[in-house]
Nanobody
Framework: VQLQASGGGLVQAGGSLRLSCAAS????????MGWYRQAPGKQRELVAT???????NYADSVKGRFSISRDNAANTVYLQMNSLKPEDTAVYYC???????????????WGQGTLVTVSS
């Protein structure tokens, strides 16, 4: 199983970006999907998660600005980021809880990370 993230880049404060993360490989089912971020010198932190039934959860710092969604048919999770701030600068990682067969346990997989830089 691989998670391929894309969509990062350089944007001015107040701008928008949309991140995508597609899961591929042998997949039986995907439960939670989410986005995390790690800024230089800081620990990785939760940004947003979405479960199979589309229930969402956001970090307080991004509520009202970011929106997470998923396309179950495409095994893809998205993060729409609006009103970006310099403090949103970080490497963004996608995460998915995946079962590869009917008999396997759910395991967490991570994407490779995509850099988001917000200039002031």
């Amino acid at each position: 199983v691989q998670l391929q993230a894309s969509g990062g880049g350089l944007v001015q404060a107040g701008g928008s970006l949309r991140l995508s993360c597609a899961a591929s490989g042998t997949i039986f089912s995907i439960n939670d999907m989410g986005w995390y971020r790690q800024a230089p010198g800081k620990q990785r932190e939760l940004v947003a998660t979405i479960v199979t039934g589309s229930s969402t959860n956001y970090a307080d710092s991004v509520k009202g600005r970011f929106s997470i969604s998923r396309d179950n048919a495409a095994n893809t999770v998205y993060l729409q980021m609006n009103s970006l701030k310099p403090e949103d600068t970080a490497v963004y990682y996608c995460n998915a809880a995946i079962r590869t067969t009917t008999y396997s346990y759910t395991r967490n997989y991570w994407g490779q990370g995509t850099l988001v830089t917000v200039s002031s």
